[in-house]
């Protein structure tokens, strides 16, 4: 396909071009002698021309080829920041590794707060100067409650104070670049553990403007995140690139798993939505990640562009677990859900290991 358009291209310069040689030769057999030196000089600026614009279909059609054929797309979100775990050392190390490879692979994002982790003696100025990071790239903010609650083990009214409580200095951030607070992320993705909770959450973000963040490409990133991190600590690369060597290629069937399910349900891939955590592991290795996704034929998409997809208008069913809304989408319909990939058993192993 990329060939064809490259000899159809050549083909219309040199039919064009041809064109010009013959007028170039018509006007040449009416000059006299005394003018034949300049249109030789004429004749030669000619064909560097025609040289010159060969060369550039030549060299566009190869930059074309090599150009991946994007007929995916995704938007990337990170949850949990400024970061999932951490000093405020490795908090900045993790901010800036995030922004710099996403600067660099051209991806779009936004990120959801923990105010929470803001409020540290002697330390919020430099915390909050974090988030400023993110905005000063130009990337969005949005809100992912102030303490990161879990859904379950609190009544709606106090949900409700800690879901405000996660404004405060969000909605200043954004003000000052001119933006509002406008995208809520759940915590573990969890909605409500009762239709008459979710119901009542729902209408709390309605009514206080907020567009909800889903999640259609759901994964245990940070499952992989903690041992990788412990690894880290100790200095122990070959552990390390193990994880790595895992982490990438489980991140791929996820994406497999969950293209495969929007085409069976929808009938056609959605624009995804994925979520990362801001840690350590993605600070790391998100080039790789983004390589994969290029790769996948996916192009990146802000999370309002992916929004704009019907499929996100779908009733989302009330679940207790965190779930990806194709599945939500899909029980909403009465449909069961599908299993889905599980992370390597030595990831398992040493996950529950450090929990003990
Ligand atoms: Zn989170």
Known sequence: MRGLIWREDLQAVLSENHAIISWTLAVLTELRWGQYVRARLSLAMICSCLLLATLSVIINGQERSSTPNFRREVAVTFDDLPATHGDLLKMRYITSKLLESLKRNNVPTIGFVNEGKLLVRDEADERT?????????????????????????????AYKEDLIRGEAVTKVLLREQGLSLKYFRHPQLRTGPTPEYKKALDNLLAERGYTIAPVTIDNNDYIFAAVYARAKERNDRELMNKIVRAYIPYMEQ??????????????YEVKQTLLLHANELNADHLDELAQMMKKRGYRFISLSEALKDKAYSLPDAQVKKGLSWLHRWMIAKGLEMRPEPLEPEFITALFHSYRR
Request: charged residues 15%; proline residues 2%; hydrophobic residues 45%.
């Open 129 to 157: 100067a974090l988030l400023r990071q993110w905005l000063d790239a130009g990337y969005e903010l949005g809100n992912h409650t102030y303490s990161h609650v879990s859904v379950d083990q609190l009544p709606f009214v």
């Open 254 to 267: 996820v994406f497999a798993h969950f293209e495969k399910l929007s085409v069976e349900f929808l009938g």
